[in-house]
Structure formats: structure tokens, C-alpha cells
């Protein structure tokens, strides 16, 4: 008896070898693996893997994560998967159907937070993403480029299955105003967004050349400005909580008429906006006049120029690059107005409204006229004529008595002498003008 059971043992230390050094063949005699499930290459059944709705839903049975290697169906993607040190995979598969594979949107998400140079600010991104498959991903900190000094920043976690997003959170303080680049890439997935980021407050000062004939200058001394300077010191308008930021608005004025070409050029340096009204063409001389020329074309500085209707008047007959036209067109009625022409980036359209094709603006008496653009954007027309342009730094516009109060009841503000910038047309374009110009200066700095 003993050495038959003796042979027992031997055979079940046999078997038991086999079973751990060698290979298993189901259907095959010859297995090339340590798994062959074959009919050497005649069987036609083939492996059913374990399948699922959602890879999360796998488990180790040995307890703690899925092992490395797991590999499934999931039947939601209608794909084979397979578990990575990353997480689960993406499909195995070319094409994988109608399904897309996982992508990140960073153009749809949400944007908050209004950042100025130096000055610390915070907001946050949403990031939009479709397909993803239960992914997880590291802590995200981003660093800004062009404008530096801003981080986007999100702790880790794990992509939902299907659609969802990440709330990246954005703080710091901008190196300068422009435009700060983010680029987020997730499990090989980029995509980029950018912030604008403004200038910071500082007082704007508003030059005005006098003598001016009709006592439209912007200083305290124009008598006939009243109700426009009413709109550009109204912080609701323009102030550090307005709808322009700035710290407020300074005037100072330069007689054309006394002042040397020197003393014109530095007063004009020292200025952000230059404005002029009604001059006579006997109190600026030619020199001074292409001083002006000279800083325009310099594009530091921001200049709105009223062209008036008589001849006599700068900046007739031609200044800048354009021509004006002494057409002998008189307004002295309510009855006539100018007309809005629709532009891309005319301040017919702003922040304080955009002024539909064909609205009316009231313009009275002497009316300027253009017989050359010089190919700038028009944004007003009289009697089918451009009676207003902009281009780059420079707005031209046919009459000062668009924006004056208390020369006669047909002036822009007559009868409206407020603080109000959407009070008629005449307001929402005047303080369009000063939006463009504010714009324009603290962006070219």
C-alpha cells in the first residue's frame, strides 16, 4: 500500500508542474502562449470578452485597482478597451463608429474675471470636453504667455464618462495690458483661450485747440460744451466703475494762434486726446497745421477733428490725407439730419449703443463734406455724402454743433444738457467717439 500511494504523490507533483511551468491550449494540443485558445486556423468561435456599459464599473476580484492589462467591451462606445498605468484607454479601433474619440472645447466655456495690468485680479475658465471615458489627470497649473503673470490652475481628478467640463481657476497679477494665452492639454488632448487684459485707470487728458470761433473747445472755457463735458465726467460713464475705465478726464487747451510749432508739439505730446472745433484757418498756419499731420501719422495720440461746412475753417481744403468739399450745404432746420452708415469699427457702434444703418443725427448749420476718404471707414453721410471717417487714430466729422447745447434749438444737445450718453443719438455717438479714443490711447501706450 505504501508504495502505491508513494506513486500517487509522484503523479500530483507531476500534474501540478505542468500546470505551473507549461502552457494551456483550449482546442489545440500546441499552444503558442501561455493562453492559446485556438482550432490551429480552423476555429470559428471567437473570444467574448467581459463587457460593460462603463469601464469604471470593473473590478479586481483580489481587491484594489484593476489590474494593468485588464482588457473589456464597453458597450456604450461599442469598443475594446484596455487598462493603462493612465487609466482606461481609448478605443482599439481605426474608426470607431459614429462616436468621436475624446476631445477638449476651450471656445464655448464660460469666462469670468476682469484683469487689469499690476493689478491682482482673479476669474475662472470652463473647459468643455465630449467622449471622454472615466480618465483621470494630474493637477493642471498653467502659466500665461504674451501677457505673463496670470495661472490657470485645477486640482487633479477624473474625466466623467461621456460630456463634461473642468473649471480652471485664473489668478495672478498681469505683467502689462494685451493678451494673455492659456494652452490646457488633458491626456493628449490641447486646445487654447485667451484674456484680455486692460490697462490700468489712469487720468486721460483731453487737449483742445482754441481760439476757437465757436467757444467749442472741451475746457471750462467752452461755453457751448457744457452738456458734453456733463457725459465725459459722469464716472457712471466714464470712471473707474464706468462703462470706459479711467480715473477721470483732464482738459487743458493750446492757442494755435500764440504758441510756436515747438510748444504745439509738446503740448500735444503731453496730451492723449486732441480736439478741435471751430479754428479759423487766419489763426494756424501751415506749419502748425502739418505739425498736427505729423503727430497723426505718428499714432500715439488719438484726434477728433470737426471739418465744418465754410472754407475758411481747418482743416479745409485738404489735411491728412483727405479732401474736403465746401459744398455751400447749409442746415437750419430739424428736418435734415445726418445718417448713420453702418461700419465695422466706426463709433456708430459702442458701448454706450450701436446706432442702426440710417439713424438720424441731428447736424446744423455749415455742414462739412468729404470729396476724399483717403480709404478711411465711413460712418456718417449727408445728403448721400461721407460726413464722417475714422481711421486708426483719427476721427474726421462734419460739424461741431453735433455736440454742442445752447448755440440755437438745432444743436445736438440743445435742450439736453445731462450727464446722460444715451440720451438721443447725437449722445450715444459723442461718447462713442471718446470710447474709440480712450481705447485707442491706453492700447498704445
Known amino acids: 500500500m505504501i508504495q502505491v500511494k508513494n506513486k500517487n504523490y509522484l503523479l500530483l507533483m507531476v500534474f501540478f508542474a505542468n500546470i505551473v511551468f507549461s502552457q494551456v491550449g483550449i482546442g489545440t494540443a500546441n499552444p503558442r502562449g501561455a493562453l492559446d485558445i485556438n482550432k490551429e486556423t480552423t476555429n470559428n468561435m471567437g473570444l467574448v470578452l467581459p463587457t460593460n456599459a462603463n469601464p469604471s464599473n470593473l473590478i479586481n476580484p483580489m481587491g484594489g485597482n484593476v489590474a494593468i492589462g485588464t482588457i473589456m467591451y464597453d458597450s456604450t462606445l461599442s469598443c475594446v478597451r484596455v487598462f493603462k498605468s493612465t487609466g482606461w484607454s481609448n478605443c482599439l479601433c481605426d474608426q ?13 466655456g464660460a469666462l469670468s474675471g476682469t484683469f487689469t495690468a499690476g493689478a491682482a485680479g482673479s476669474g475662472s475658465k470652463v473647459i468643455n470636453y465630449t467622449n471622454a471615458t472615466g480618465q483621470s489627470y494630474g493637477a493642471i497649473s498653467i502659466a500665461s504667455t504674451g501677457v505673463t503673470g496670470l495661472t490657470a490652475t485645477a486640482p487633479a481628478g477624473t474625466l466623467a464618462s461621456g460630456n463634461g467640463s473642468i473649471t480652471l481657476a485664473i489668478s495672478g497679477t498681469p505683467s502689462s495690458a494685451g493678451t494673455a494665452n492659456f494652452v490646457i492639454t488633458i491626456n493628449g488632448q490641447s486646445c487654447n483661450f485667451s484674456i484680455a487684459v ?58 494755435v494762434a500764440t504758441g510756436s510749432v515747438n510748444d504745439l ?68 432746420t430739424n428736418s435734415t439730419n445726418g445718417l448713420v452708415t453702418a461700419s465695422s469699427n466706426g463709433p456708430d457702434k459702442g458701448v454706450f449703443g450701436d446706432l442702426a444703418d440710417g439713424a438720424p443725427v441731428r447736424i446744423n448749420r455749415y455742414v462739412g463734406t468729404f470729396s476724399n476718404t483717403g480709404g478711411a471707414t465711413s460712418f456718417l453721410s449727408v445728403n448721400g455724402k461721407p460726413a464722417g471717417t475714422i481711421r486708426d487714430n483719427l476721427i474726421v466729422y462734419a460739424d461741431v454743433n453735433m455736440f454742442l447745447n445752447n448755440t440755437d434749438a438745432y444743436d445736438g444737445f440743445s435742450g439736453r444738457v445731462n450727464n446722460n450718453c444715451t440720451d438721443n443719438n447725437n449722445s450715444v455717438l459723442f461718447c462713442n467717439f471718446f470710447q474709440k479714443a480712450v481705447d485707442y490711447v491706453l492700447s498704445h501706450p
Open 96 to 108: 470607431c463608429g459614429p462616436t468621436p474619440g475624446f476631445t477638449l472645447d476651450c471656445s464655448s
Open 198 to 255: 486692460n490697462a490700468g485707470l489712469r487720468t486721460i487728458k483731453i487737449l483742445s485747440l482754441i481760439p476757437d470761433d465757436w467757444i467749442s473747445e472741451l475746457a471750462s472755457s467752452g461755453t457751448r460744451t457744457v452738456a458734453a463735458r456733463q457725459k465725459l465726467d459722469n464716472p457712471a460713464n466714464f470712471g473707474p466703475n464706468g462703462m470706459v475705465k479711467v480715473t477721470k478726464f483732464e482738459y487743458n487747451t493750446f492757442n
Open 265 to 332: 508739439n509738446n503740448a500735444i505730446d503731453n496730451a492723449d486726446i486732441v480736439w478741435t472745433g471751430y479754428i479759423s484757418n487766419g489763426n494756424i498756419n501751415a506749419q502748425k497745421k502739418a505739425a498736427i499731420e505729423a503727430k497723426i501719422a505718428e499714432k500715439k495720440k488719438f484726434f477728433i477733428i470737426a471739418i465744418d461746412g465754410p472754407g475758411g475753417f481747418f482743416p479745409y481744403t485738404s489735411f491728412g490725407g483727405y479732401n474736403f468739399v465746401n459744398d455751400g450745404l447749409y442746415i437750419n
